[in-house]
């Protein structure tokens, strides 16, 4: 794939990778917006979350909790989102040699799905800023976008289900770990990994439901997936010898 050259190359080009994301985030954010208006926000307050807080498990959480005490309102969003630190750490060698200004931006809008479009489909192309911060800041306009359009359409929130936007988060992400799979090559190692982290979070759920489920899957699947790789090569290396 061509690599681009210029700022605008590479911010159009991140737009256009965004757009399965997009897609689905407003799809999600229409039902995010409903969920907050029904739990008493108004379409403004709604449309101020999304702009802070830029996180869809942690909006519904704070849609339920929101009646509720604000020690435990904040304490839960700020479990529910503490993954995003294992993000941060892992974007960090890609982003090193970038202004301060450039990597504030960049982290402070990664979600779940910039994040694997970052790492799966940027690797070392020219104009990383620019791409990146184009592809994250397609996906915020489109989730603002939802979220304010479902707290003006909040008596719609029978037909949202009906129709089954409660979906598209994880329809999308499996479209992206399907294109991960099929991009990255050594499709083996990759499906055990996704099959382990399935495994690992449905017996952790179902034992005890938390946010820190989520962390502590990643971190297991993750470590096992590159023990597995480290074996193969040096499998493959000993072959070769």
Sequence with gaps: MEQPTTTAQAALAGARASSPVTIAYAGIGLAAGVVGAEAGLSAAEVGVL???????SAQFVFADLYAGALV??????FLVNLRHLLYATALSPRVQHLPLSARVVIGAQLTDETFALGTSLMGQ???????MIALNVTAYSAWVTGNVAGALLGALAGAIEAIGLEFALAGMFAALLVG?????GRMGIRCAVAGLAGVIIIALDSWQPHPLNLMLTTVVAAS??????????????????
Excluded: H, N, P
């Design 50 to 56: 999304s702009l802070l807080l830029f996180a869809g």
């Design 72 to 77: 435990t309102l904040v304490g839960t969003v």
């Design 125 to 131: 192309r020219l104009q990383y800023a620019a791409w």
């Design 180 to 184: 991960q799979i099929r991009a990255g």
């Design 224 to 241: 096992a997936g590159v023990l597995i790789e480290q074996a193969a090569g040096r499998r493959r290396s000993e072959e070769a010898a």
